[in-house]
């Protein structure tokens, strides 16, 4: 192996243990709603989702810098350059991660000053974290695409999709920095801060996630390089086209001008097609050529990936994003019921399914077909698949009752919460998230342990005289 894709195995181990922690805090989220008084003067509610929150941007962020520093040697057939100083801010990242954790664990929050802001929390939802470990991530980040421009220059060897790549490496570095500014008009923080998280989630990262994917299908299924590239230009002109101005669906409720409801409620749900379209043609494509896999499980996953890109962000998203609906749902459980849907589908499923590929070729095995995978595969997407449909039913309950009926008063929000449908959606969605933990830890285990027989035997063989 290169040792740019020895430092991926880093970062997907980081990444895989990382995920732990968010299906961890999400459980304890889970029980706050069921068991109010859970913890109650030890441990916040509010820290338990940031925890949550957070570490899935975190994992899946390592998860894609994992991606690319697998595949990109393989792509151009060279060392990453600065692989040195890519090693070191890893350990400089996972050194931030965990002060950053601990500190939000044992403190959770400060003041209103500065030295909250620089060392404990910025109160911003999705980038609480302290100003100290957004400045290392954003040096994580410009060292990553330092390492893939200077590796493609130096390789002289340059493809469609590391084209893409490379150009989305330019926003995904500098719309981080929206996280920094602490502006106190909220209309003005808000509207900026929908550019940071919009355009990261729903625009760098897909672009992203369709690089690695189409790595991934080439691997994967001898998937030709012109079927992939084709639908990735396909992505970036609808990220172009519509994902700029679908930010709008952010703009309803915050004090922006009227016009941003019917640009946000029209452009706000296309980006997540090219890469189906992709998937499905790569299957199609190998079928007609008798397609044939020996690693099942990436397959599976990479086929979650599509599909829940389409039905999680684009059909759950949409369902959603209309102004005339998103007046009732916004802010409810219904919100929450697409952002499980849209991440889980649109990023997690491909994460995993480049987990598989590293696995295989590091353990040298032909197959990677057993029960293991098949149960978590099936545990994690039953239990997402019914904690989605839970906070759905309890979301709904809340537009109809807290909202529709209510009037969105202090009152209306107290009486929804003792809705029986809503209480109902909360033990299902608790329920539902157990299974789902299950399904993390029999991931774990098959990671751990597919192959290892294939990698034992070999070993074991004795050398051809």
Same mark, same amino acid.
């Given at each position: 192996?290169?040792?740019?894709?020895?430092? !991926?195995?880093?970062?997907?181990? +980081?990444?895989? =243990?990382? #995920?732990?922690?968010? $299906? @961890? &805090?999400?459980?304890?989220? /889970?029980?706050?709603?069921?068991?109010?008084?859970?913890?109650?003067?030890?441990?916040?509610?509010?820290?338990?989702?940031?925890?949550?929150?957070?570490?899935?941007?975190?994992?899946?962020?390592?998860?894609?810098?994992?991606?690319?520093?697998?595949?990109?040697?393989?792509?151009?057939?060279?060392?990453?350059?600065?692989?040195?100083?890519?090693?070191?801010?890893?350990?400089?990242?996972?050194?931030?991660?965990?002060?950053?954790?601990?500190?939000?664990?044992?403190?959770?929050?400060?003041?209103?000053?500065?030295?909250?802001?620089?060392?404990?929390?910025?109160?911003?939802?999705?980038?609480?974290?302290?100003?100290? !470990?957004?400045?290392?991530?954003? +040096?994580?980040? =410009?060292? #990553?695409?330092?390492? $893939? @421009? &200077?590796?493609?220059?130096? /390789?002289?060897?340059?493809?469609?999709?590391?084209?893409?790549?490379?150009?989305?490496?330019?926003?995904?570095?500098?719309?981080?920095?929206?996280?920094?500014?602490?502006?106190?008009?909220?209309?003005?923080?808000?509207?900026?801060?929908?550019?940071?998280?919009?355009?990261?989630?729903?625009?760098?990262?897909?672009?992203?996630?369709?690089?690695?994917?189409?790595?991934?299908?080439?691997?994967?299924?001898?998937?030709?390089?012109?079927?992939?590239?084709?639908?990735?230009?396909?992505?970036?002109?609808?990220?172009?086209?519509?994902?700029?101005?679908?930010?709008?669906?952010?703009?309803?409720?915050?004090?922006?001008?009227?016009?941003?409801?019917?640009?946000?409620?029209?452009?706000?749900?296309?980006?997540?097609?090219?890469?189906?379209?992709?998937?499905?043609?790569?299957?199609?494509?190998?079928?007609?050529?008798?397609?044939?896999?020996?690693?099942?499980?990436?397959?599976?996953?990479?086929?979650?990936?599509?599909?829940?890109?389409?039905?999680?962000?684009?059909?759950?998203?949409?369902?959603?994003?209309?102004?005339?609906?998103?007046?009732?749902?916004?802010?409810?459980?219904?919100?929450?019921?697409?952002?499980?849907?849209?991440?889980?589908?649109?990023?997690?499923?491909?994460?995993?399914?480049?987990?598989?590929?590293?696995?295989?070729?590091?353990?040298?095995?032909?197959?990677?077909?057993?029960?293991?995978?098949?149960?978590?595969?099936?545990?994690?997407?039953?239990?997402?698949?019914?904690?989605?449909?839970?906070?759905?039913?309890?979301?709904?309950?809340?537009?109809?009752?807290?909202?529709?009926?209510?009037?969105?008063?202090?009152?209306?929000?107290?009486?929804?919460?003792?809705?029986?449908?809503?209480?109902?959606?909360?033990?299902?969605?608790?329920?539902?998230?157990?299974?789902?933990?299950?399904?993390?830890?029999?991931?774990?285990?098959?990671?751990?342990?597919?192959?290892?027989?294939?990698?034992?035997?070999?070993?074991?063989?004795?050398?051809?005289?």
């Amino acid at each position: 192996m290169y040792r740019s894709q020895k430092l !991926a195995l880093r970062y997907f181990t +980081a990444a895989a =243990l990382l #995920f732990g922690v968010m $299906v @961890i &805090a999400g459980l304890l989220s /889970a029980i706050y709603y069921v068991v109010p008084g859970f913890l109650q003067d030890v441990f916040n509610f509010s820290t338990a989702k940031i925890l949550h929150i957070d570490t899935l941007i975190i994992w899946l962020l390592m998860g894609f810098i994992g991606a690319v520093y697998w595949f990109l040697p393989r792509e151009l057939e060279t060392e990453v350059v600065g692989i040195r100083l890519a090693e070191a801010l890893f350990w400089v990242f996972c050194a931030a991660v965990l002060v950053v954790a601990a500190v939000f664990i044992f403190v959770q929050y400060g003041g209103s000053s500065e030295f909250s802001l620089w060392f404990i929390n910025q109160g911003r939802k999705y980038v609480e974290a302290p100003r100290w !470990a957004a400045i290392g991530i954003v +040096a994580v980040v =410009l060292v #990553f695409m330092y390492n $893939v @421009i &200077a590796t493609a220059v130096k /390789a002289r060897k340059m493809s469609g999709i590391l084209w893409v790549l490379i150009i989305d490496l330019i926003p995904l570095s500098v719309l981080y920095l929206d996280a920094f500014p602490a502006l106190t008009n909220m209309s003005h923080d808000l509207y900026w801060w929908w550019w940071l998280v919009h355009m990261w989630v729903e625009a760098t990262w897909e672009v992203l996630i369709g690089c690695i994917m189409a790595w991934s299908l080439m691997e994967l299924m001898g998937t030709s390089r012109r079927i992939v590239e084709s639908w990735l230009y396909i992505e970036v002109l609808l990220v172009l086209g519509t994902g700029i101005l679908g930010l709008g669906h952010h703009y309803f409720w915050i004090g922006t001008p009227r016009y941003w409801l019917s640009i946000g409620g029209f452009f706000s749900a296309l980006e997540p097609l090219p890469l189906l379209g992709m998937v499905v043609h790569a299957v199609y494509d190998a079928g007609s050529h008798r397609m044939k896999t020996s690693n099942r499980p990436a397959f599976y996953w990479l086929l979650a990936e599509a599909f829940g890109n389409f039905i999680g962000a684009g059909v759950w998203g949409f369902m959603m994003t209309l102004p005339q609906i998103n007046l009732f749902s916004h802010g409810t459980q219904w919100t929450v019921s697409h952002g499980h849907f849209a991440f889980w589908g649109a990023y997690a499923c491909g994460v995993i399914a480049v987990f598989y590929l590293a696995v295989q070729k590091v353990r040298g095995a032909q197959s990677l077909d057993n029960r293991a995978w098949k149960w978590s595969f099936g545990l994690l997407n039953f239990g997402l698949v019914g904690m989605v449909g839970a906070l759905l039913i309890a979301g709904i309950a809340q537009a109809f009752y807290e909202r529709a009926m209510g009037g969105s008063t202090l009152q209306a929000f107290v009486i929804a919460q003792e809705n029986p449908w809503f209480v109902s959606g909360m033990y299902a969605r608790l329920g539902f998230g157990v299974v789902f933990a299950i399904g993390y830890f029999t991931l774990l285990y098959d990671l751990l342990t597919a192959g290892r027989c294939a990698a034992v035997g070999a070993a074991t063989q004795p050398a051809a005289t």
